[in-house]
């Protein structure tokens, strides 16, 4: 962790890791890869079993709603259940955004 070279490459794993969680987790229909991105985002800052717990919270939503509504990170990060949770990790992801000049 100490050597730039190799933080990128446990970030890198890291990652790797935090994508394979999420894309496991999520319902159909399954988002664009710019979403998957904020997705993974966030869940590297609150880590990949609290995206799961807000993917679950979302999948829930569409079963009460008789709904297939593709997720999104906006449609996640606004949960009732899940606010508190996403919260941090919304602003990290906005300010990602912000930094890449994406809109959010």
């Known amino acids: 962790r100490k050597t730039p070279s190799k933080a990128i490459l446990l970030t890198t794993a890291y990652l790797g890791q935090v994508l394979d969680s999420i894309w496991s987790s999520l ?4 988002p ?4 998957i991105k904020k997705m993974a985002w966030a869940a590297y800052n609150i880590g990949p079993g609290a995206m799961k717990g807000v993917l679950s919270a979302f999948e829930k939503q569409n079963k ?10 906006s449609l996640l990060a606004d949960l009732p259940e899940t606010t508190s949770a996403t919260g941090q990790a919304n602003e990290y992801v906005i300010g990602i955004m912000r930094r890449l000049s994406w809109k959010d």
Do not use: G, I
């Open 64 to 73: 009460k709603n008789k709904t297939k509504t593709k997720a999104t990170y």
């Open 32 to 35: 664009d890869e710019v979403e």
């Open 27 to 30: 319902p159909s229909p399954r």
